[in-house]
Antibody, heavy 120, light 107 residues
Framework: QVQLQESGPGVVKPSETLSLTCSVSGSSVNSGSYHWSWIRQPPGKGLEWIGYIFYSGSTKYNSFLQSRVTISIDTSKNQFSLNLNSVTAADTAVYYC????????????WGQGTLVTVSS | DIQMTQSPASLSASVGDRVTITCQASQSISRFLNWYQQKAGQAPTLLIYSASSLERGVPSRFSGSGSGTDFTLTITSLQREDFATYYCQQGFSTPHTFGPGTKLEIK
């Protein structure tokens, strides 16, 4: 069974960089069958896809964050990471790391999520 | 970007009822439509992929249908554990977008 676990600071100051890591067990980030996404959910709101990365290291980002976001992958640690710079209060959200199916283009397995609050 | 809409935004129903949630895409997405359930305080879970395929372990009272721009999620014989928020998501093109959600509440 695949498990994903987010880790990183729960509070980030405005204008600084939000950095999260997702540790994957039960599957390999080196698999060509899956993509590895970050999705966020502001408090009381809906789901926003941030972007994903493939085993090759190629990425696709949502344009509304594209200039501020970087997703990277570390196959040696079976992890992938999110960096979001120049954060504001609008970036306060629960951040989920997610394994998705390449063929179905669905988000199959989710981490439990981590709340990141942007506050001074 | 492809916009996803859902109706209704909220729905009250009783245990044992049959409910239908609809999802509409702003352009044709073929059958690249997925449904998720999110319970309060939890991560979403995949229910239906490719419009009508039941994810492993999901009860058969859940079903999906549709293609192109119009899709439905049907739950027959509601159980207490089904009261949650449901989201549709298109996988046809990036950015992968979600509907705003339908909150299913106990009447």
């Amino acid at each position: 069974q695949v498990q994903l676990q987010e880790s990183g600071p729960g509070v980030v100051k405005p204008s600084e960089t939000l950095s999260l890591t997702c540790s994957v067990s039960g599957s390999s980030v080196n698999s060509g069958s899956y993509h590895w996404s970050w999705i966020r959910q502001p408090p009381g709101k809906g789901l926003e896809w941030i972007g994903y990365i493939f085993y090759s290291g190629s990425t696709k980002y949502n344009s509304f964050l594209q200039s501020r976001v970087t997703i990277s992958i570390d196959t040696s640690k079976n992890q992938f990471s999110l960096n979001l710079n120049s954060v504001t209060a609008a970036d306060t959200a629960v951040y989920y790391c997610v394994m998705g199916g390449m063929a179905t283009r669905s988000f199959d397995s989710w981490g439990q999520g981590t709340l990141v609050t942007v506050s001074s | 970007d492809i916009q996803m809409t859902q109706s209704p935004a909220s729905l009250s129903a009783s245990v044992g009822d049959r409910v239908t949630i609809t999802c509409q895409a702003s352009q044709s997405i073929s059958r690249f439509l997925n449904w998720y359930q999110q319970k309060a305080g939890q991560a979403p879970t995949l229910l239906i992929y490719s419009a009508s395929s039941l994810e492993r372990g999901v009860p058969s009272r859940f079903s999906g249908s549709g293609s192109g721009t119009d899709f439905t999620l049907t739950i027959t014989s509601l159980q207490r554990e089904d009261f949650a928020t449901y989201y549709c998501q298109q996988g046809f093109s990036t950015p992968h977008t979600f509907g705003p959600g339908t909150k299913l509440e106990i009447k």
